[in-house]
């Protein structure tokens, strides 16, 4: 035994079996920090929420999306019902327009239709009154028959009732061209209606 250890051949491969053991030991030992250093510098796995700005849960963001989406139609209906108003409101305005236009159409109307004696012709027009009341129903029929409605008014707006019942009377008596003069005297009735009220005084 103590032969077959003192053999050469059996000492180099001794030698070699160590040698091969130590080197197997020390390689180890200097890739075991190159391992850890791999393991640490190895990217970690990043959460999808995180990366895109999320770091709550899925059922808050779900909560969050349908609230946004209930005020979108409640501003969408508010839109839609503030439109509505607005079309409305001008459908309002454009019939008080024409409303407006059509009173002031009938107040002009009524404008001309009434007739005024203005201060400078006032005291011409209460002259002939006191005139033609010292007349007799013919004798005034026969004047008024000639002038025209306008000034015929004004003359008898400023005569007594009982001074142009008789006028009229005989109007209705007398023959004109077109038939007796009543017509003439139903006009000159309605415009002495229409007259304002401002007159001057009748004569006594």
Known sequence: MLKKLQSPLLAAALSLGLSL???SVLCWRA???????????????VDDKKAKGWDFW???????????KEERARLRQQAEQQDQRAA????EQRELDKIRAGIDGL?????????????????????LAQ????????????IFREMDDLTAVKILSLMKPDVVGPIFEEMSRTAGTDGP???????????????KAAKAPSPS
């Open 181 to 195: 003069l009543s017509r003439r005297a139903a006009v000159l009735s309605e415009k002495l209606r229409l007259m």
């Open 58 to 68: 899925t059922i808050e963001v779900e909560n969050l999306s349908t609230d946004l």
């Open 107 to 127: 107040r002009q109307q009524i404008a001309d239709k009434v007739i005024e004696i203005t201060a400078d012709e006032a005291k011409n027009i209460r002259t």
């Open 131 to 142: 005139t033609y009341t010292n007349l007799s129903p013919r004798a005034a029929v026969a």
């Open 88 to 91: 409305r409101l001008a459908a």
């Open 21 to 23: 053991l130590l080197g």
């Open 31 to 45: 890739a075991l920090p190159l391992l850890e250093l791999a393991a640490t510098a190895r990217p970690k796995p």
